[in-house]
C-alpha cells in the first residue's frame, strides 16, 4: 500500500480532481472554462455555511431528511447472522438518493444565475429528481435518456413529464445511460451560457465527482451518528450498489478514516461475469478515459465501449466515479457482484419479510447481504444503503412474471 | 522542420491558405476511405485530418457520429487507422496526415506505442478532442520525444490566459473552434469568429486553423479571410454517407462526388 497518511489518502481529490491517477477532466474545450467556473464557485460555497444551511434546509423540510436507520429484524433472523441495518433512503422525496445531490446542485445553478438545466438519466430517478428540483426554482429542464430506457422506465418519464420536463429520447450507441451522458455533454457544449448539467452520479469531469459526493455525504454522516447512537458503536460492513456509485460513496466517506468498518460495492454482475453481459467495471474493466474522468472502464482492446447489461437501468453503465477506482487499488473499498437473478429474489425477499419493495437497483446491495450475512456472528453490525424504492421497478418485475401490470 | 510546418510555410510563400478536410477513417470501409483520401488531395486539400473513431464522440453531432457508428460497424481501429495511413504514404509523403479523435483508444494502446507506431506509419499530427492541456502533460512528454506534432483546440469559451497556454503548448497549428457546440453546427457568427480570432493571433504564433460548422464554398472564403486555415468536416462525411458500403469506388468517382471539396479549395483561393 502506498505511504501517504489516512489524511492525503482519503482527502481526494487534489486540486486538478485527481483521486490517485484517476478522475481528472477529459473534456472539449469549449467546456473548459465551464468547468473552472464551476469549480470555482463551489470552492467558494463549500466554505459558506450560509450555503450548507440552505441546504440541510432544504433536505430536512422538503426531502424528509434524515432518513431513517431501520433494524430490519425480519430480515436478519431469516438469514441467522449478521444484524441488519437498512439506511432508508428509498424514503425520500422522489424515492432514492438521487435528490441529494439535485438538491444541492440546484443551489449551485441558482448561484451561477443559470436559467435551464439539463440532465442525463438511467433508471430515471435521477431525472425525475432533476425535474423536481426544477419545477420548484421554476427553471427550464431537459432530461436525455437511452430509448431502451424510457422503454423498461416509462413511468419516470411520465412523472418526468408532469413535472414540467422535457425528456429527450437518445437513439445512438447502445442507447442507455451512457448515450445520454453523451448527448447531455453535447447539449452543454452548445448552450454552456445558460445552462447547469446535474450530473447524476459521481462520475464526469471534476469537480462533479466531488461535489456529487459532497452533497451525498449526507447519507453517511446520518448512519455514523444513528448506528452510534442506536447501537452504541460503528457498524462492522457497509453495503452499497454501484452504478456511477453516488449512493455507496455518499455512505462510505464518512467512514473512510474509520479503519475498522468494511466497505462492499456491490455492481451489477447481469447474466454473470463470464457472459460479458453485465456492467461491472471494476471487477473485470481497467482503467480508461471516458465521460471526463479516468476510471476503471469496460471497453475492447482497441478502446472502445462495451455495451452493458443489468436488470436495473440504474445500474448499466460502463463507468464507475473515480473515487471509487481509487477506493478499490488502495484496497480500502471492496468491490464484487451479484447477478440479475439474485437482485430479482432479494426484490421478492424484502418485499416479503420487510413490507419495503426495493428498487432494483438496491436489491443488489441486499442480495450481497443475503449471501454474506449468514456466515458472520450475529455481533456483526451489517449497514446497508438501500438506495430507492422499487415502485418505478413494479412493471419490470411484473413482466418476468408474465403479470400485465 | 515537421511536414505540418513545412507545408504552412510554403503556403504561406504562395500567399495561399490551407484547405483541410476531416474524415472518419473506415467510413463506409477502409478502401473507400483509402481512395477518399488521395482524391482529397486532388480536390486541392494541403492536410488532411483523418479521425479515428470511437464508441462515445462526445464532441460530435449526428454527422459524425453516424460516420463513426458505420467505421466501427467495420470494425475499424486505432490500429486500422495506421495500417491506412502507412498505405497512402506508399503514394504520398507530401500531404500532412493528422489524426483525430478522442483519448480511450490511445490509452489503451499505450502512450508510447501509439507515438512510436503512428510516427512510423507517417502521421504528422495528433489532435486528441476530449485532451485538454491540463490533463495532455505525460502523452506530450512521449510526443515531444517524436517528430509528430500535438494540435490542440482554442473555443469561443476560451479566455485569454488559457488561450496563451495552449498556444505555447501546440505546435503545427492551433485549431480554433469557430461556434459553441459540437461539430456539424451551423450557428456559425462570422463577427465573433473574427473578433476572437484577431485576437488570438496577436499572441499565437502557430497558423490558425478554423473548423466547426463551414459547410459551403461561401463560408470557407469568408473564414478564410481571417486565419491561415479552414477545417471542413460534416460537409464531407454527408457526402460521404451516400456512398455504399459494398461499391468499389474509383477515384474519379469519388472526385466527382465530393466536388463541393474542389469547390470550396476553389473559393479559398479567391478570397
Ligand atoms: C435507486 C437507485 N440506486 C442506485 C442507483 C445507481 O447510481 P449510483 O451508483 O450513482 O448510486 C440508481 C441510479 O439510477 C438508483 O436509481
Known sequence: MSELSGEQLYDGPDEHGHFGIYGGIFVGETLMPALEELNRVYTKLKQDPMFWKEFHNDLAHYVGRPSPLYHAKGMTKALGGAQIYLKREDLNHTGAHKVNNTIGQALLAK?????????????????????????????????????????????????????????????????????????????????????????????????YPMLVRDFQCVIGQEARQQSLEQCGRLPDSLVACVGGGSNAIGLFYPFLKDEAVRMIGVEAGGLGLNTGKHAAPLNTGAPGVLHGNRTYLMNDEDGQILETHSISAGLDYPGVGPEHAWLKDIKRAEYTTV????????????????????????????????????DLPEDHLMLINLSGRGDKDIHTVAQIDGIDA | MSRIEKCFKQLKRQNKKAFI???????????????????????????????????????????????VERSLAKHTSLKGVLALVKRFREENQDTPLVLMGYLNPIECMGYQKFAEDAEAAGVDGVLVVDMPPEEAHDLLQIIHRSELDCIFLVAPTTHEARARKICELSSGYVYYVSLKGVTGASHLDIDSVRTNVNQLKSYCELPIAIGFGIKDAETAAKLGELADAIIVGSALVSLIAELKDGHEYSRDELSKHIALMAGMRAALDRS
Request: proline share 5%; glycine share 8%.
Open chain 2, 21 to 67: 478536410p476531416y474524415l472518419t477513417a473506415g467510413d463506409p470501409n477502409i478502401e473507400t476511405s483509402l481512395n477518399l483520401m488521395h482524391a482529397l488531395v486532388q480536390a486541392g486539400a494541403d492536410i488532411i485530418e483523418l479521425g479515428y473513431p470511437f464508441s462515445d464522440p462526445s464532441s460530435d453531432g449526428p454527422v459524425i457520429q453516424r460516420a
Open chain 1, 111 to 207: 448561484a451561477m444565475g443559470k436559467s435551464r438545466i439539463i440532465a442525463e438519466t438511467g433508471a430515471g430517478q435521477h431525472g425525475v429528481a432533476t425535474a423536481t428540483v426544477a419545477a420548484r426554482l421554476g427553471l427550464e429542464c431537459h432530461v436525455f435518456m437511452g430509448s431502451e430506457d424510457t422503454k423498461r422506465q416509462a413511468a419516470n418519464v411520465y412523472r418526468m413529464k408532469l413535472l414540467g420536463a422535457t425528456v429527450v429520447e437518445v437513439n445512438s450507441g447502445s442507447k442507455t445511460l451512457k448515450d445520454a451522458m453523451n448527448e447531455a455533454l453535447r447539449d452543454w457544449a452548445t448552450n454552456v451560457d445558460t445552462t447547469y448539467y446535474i450530473i447524476g452520479t459521481v462520475a464526469g469531469p471534476h469537480p
Open chain 1, 339 to 374: 447477478t440479475d437473478e439474485e437482485a430479482l429474489s432479494a426484490f421478492r425477499f424484502l418485499t416479503r419479510q420487510e413490507g419495503i419493495i426495493p428498487a432494483l437497483e438496491s436489491s443488489h446491495a441486499i442480495a450481497y447481504a443475503i449471501k454474506a450475512a449468514p
